[in-house]
C-alpha cells in the first residue's frame, strides 16, 4: 500500500528557510516521479515542484530560484529545500505520487 508522509513546517519568518521531507513507502519509490503541491487557504492546490526517476527538476515560476526538489532514493524520501521565504508561500504542503496518491500534508506558515 502506499504510503507518503511530509514532515518538516512549522512557523518561520520572512527570509527563512525550512525544509520539508516526504517518506515514501510501500512502491519502488526511485521508479517514479514525484512532486510537491501546495494548497494556500481559499486557494486551489498547486503545483509547486516535481522531480523525475532520474532527478531532472522543474518549478512553478513563483517558487523557481528559492526552492530546490531533491530525492535520496536509498532512504525513499524526497525533500524541497525552501529558502527566501515569503507570507505568500504560506500553505499546505503536500507530497504526491502519480495515480493520485497524497499525503496528509505538512503546515508552513510565514509570518513575522
Known amino acids: 500500500q502506499v504510503h507518503l508522509v511530509e514532515s518538516g513546517g512549522g512557523l518561520v519568518h520572512p527570509g527563512g528557510s525550512l525544509r520539508l521531507s516526504c517518506a515514501a513507502s510501500?512502491?519502488?519509490?526511485?521508479?517514479?516521479?514525484m512532486r510537491w503541491y501546495r494548497q494556500a487557504p481559499g486557494k486551489e492546490r498547486e503545483l509547486v515542484a516535481s522531480?523525475?526517476?532520474?532527478?531532472?527538476?522543474t518549478y512553478a515560476d513563483s517558487v523557481k530560484g528559492r526552492f530546490t526538489i531533491s530525492r535520496d532514493n536509498a532512504k525513499n524520501t524526497m525533500y524541497l529545500q525552501m529558502n527566501s521565504l515569503k507570507p505568500e508561500d504560506t500553505a499546505i504542503y503536500y507530497c504526491?505520487?502519480?495515480?493520485?496518491?497524497w499525503g496528509k500534508g505538512t503546515l508552513v506558515t510565514v509570518s513575522s
Open positions: 504526491n505520487r502519480v495515480a493520485n496518491y
Open positions: 510501500g512502491f519502488t519509490f526511485s521508479n517514479y516521479m
Open positions: 522531480i523525475t526517476s532520474t532527478s531532472t527538476t
